[in-house]
């Protein structure tokens, strides 16, 4: 008996850490994990900026391809390179609230989740003059109260289904290769034009692959759609 509720409260333990750092379960939330399989669609999306060096440089190469991508934007690095930040809505991208300080989601009780949505929904709207639809956890890492905030500001939360650690800068010819190797149909495209940790952090590799990964992926036969597509 005592053996079989220790394994039911481990089991409720595992599925609770699952959809904790899965940023794609459903546990805690209906999530955008990626859009239709059939067909050429692909979505690129740009974690953890503004950055002063890369978003402009990424801005130029989406701009000079005509792509349309989404950018999931920390509110203190919205407020330390507002004009970048515009710079991005002004081109016509979507963005995204990606929490104020890139804080892990998972281990914060609802005020401190409600305040770090909310600041970040705020500075998008004084200094961008946006009302932003959409989310993403830093990391995808959940929990049961993240998604009342995100029902009250009347977001969708947006996962990825391709990842291929920019972050860790392994060269943009890694990156590019990465990418090509992963390209579905639907497919959710992570990248990073920010670091959510240090709003000086490098990310000209992801700057410098970019072009590679819109042509490796046109002559695969995809097209880059906007994320607003996906949205209900
Ligand atoms: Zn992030």
């Known amino acids: 008996m005592i053996g079989s509720l220790v394994s039911v409260a481990t089991a409720g333990a595992a599925l609770a850490a699952w959809g904790a750092y899965n940023p794609r379960s459903r546990l805690f939330g209906p999530v955008i994990r990626r859009g239709r399989p059939g067909g050429h669609a692909l979505y690129l999306t740009f974690d953890d900026g503004p ?51 890139h804080v892990k989601l998972h281990r914060c009780g609802p005020a401190r989740i409600n305040r770090e949505l909310d600041a970040c929904h705020r500075v998008l709207g004084d200094q961008v003059g946006i009302t932003p639809r959409f989310f993403r956890a830093p990391h995808g890492y959940r929990n049961p109260f993240v998604q009342g905030a995100v029902g009250r500001l009347g977001y969708q939360t947006v ?51 970019l072009p590679g990964i819109i042509r490796d992926a046109r002559e695969a036969g995809f097209d880059f759609r906007p994320l607003s597509d996906l949205c209900a």
């Open 51 to 101: 950055n002063q060096a890369a978003t402009p440089a990424i801005l130029d190469s989406l701009a000079k391809e005509q792509v349309t991508a989404a950018f999931f934007t920390v509110g203190r690095h919205v407020n330390l390179y507002p004009e970048v930040a515009r710079a991005v809505a002004r081109a016509g991208h979507d963005i995204g609230n990606h929490t104020y300080s």
């Open 159 to 209: 996962a990825w289904n391709i990842g291929v650690w920019d972050s860790d800068r392994p060269g943009a010819e890694v990156i590019r290769e990465r990418v090509r190797r992963s390209l579905a149909p639907g497919a959710i495209i992570l990248l990073h034009d920010g670091d959510g940790y240090d709003h000086r952090g490098d990310r000209s590799q992801t700057a410098a692959a």
